[in-house]
């Protein structure tokens, strides 16, 4: 069955751009299009790089997971979830660059935004608008780092942590 994974929100574009921007990340997708896979399985064949990069497939729910029985016993195993990306998105020019960028970024510089952002958290700032404003960058350009990160997630108009 034909899974298509919709992308109507400017923060999710950054995704698609993302997914397989590294050799490891192409060919982790590809295997777990054709075959179930478990977090032991990721780690021996792609390294800690391909369990990190499972985690946040599995938040930003591009995968879909299962338990099944292994013979180490009970195991989560995954799968990709979408077999095509429908992209619905109609996004001022200024908002474009910003997410253009946003995903063209190392993730090293992706990450000291974040870190950045989580630091605002624990000072009390919880509001996306917020967090805009003490980076002084665009609601798409934070929209697209937060959609990017492994350990931050939008909820409404709100910037939680995730573990």
């Known amino acids: 069955m034909n899974k298509i994974k919709v992308v109507n929100d400017v923060g999710d574009l950054v995704i698609v751009f993302t997914l397989s921007n590294t050799k490891m990340k192409s060919e982790l997708l590809k295997t777990l299009s054709e075959v179930w896979m478990t977090e032991d399985d990721v780690k021996s064949k792609f390294g800690d790089e391909g369990v990190e990069f499972l985690r946040y497939l599995e938040k930003i729910k591009f995968v879909e997971s299962q338990w099944s029985n292994t013979p180490q016993g009970p195991k989560k195993v995954y799968h990709n979830y979408y ?81």
């Not at 950045?116 to 980076?135: H, P, S, T, W």
């Not at 665009?138 to 942590?161: D, N, P, Q, W, Y």
């Open 83 to 163: 077999t095509s990306i429908q992209i619905n998105i109609l996004i001022p020019t200024e908002e474009a660059g910003d997410v253009i960028y946003v995903a063209s970024m190392d993730d090293n510089e992706i990450e000291e935004y974040c870190e950045n952002i989580r630091k605002m958290i624990d000072e009390g700032v919880q509001y996306i608008a917020e967090v805009q404003e003490r980076l002084k960058e665009s609601s798409a350009f934070v929209r697209a780092v937060i959609k990017r990160s492994k350990h931050l997630t939008i909820k409404g108009m709100k910037v939680e942590k995730i573990s």
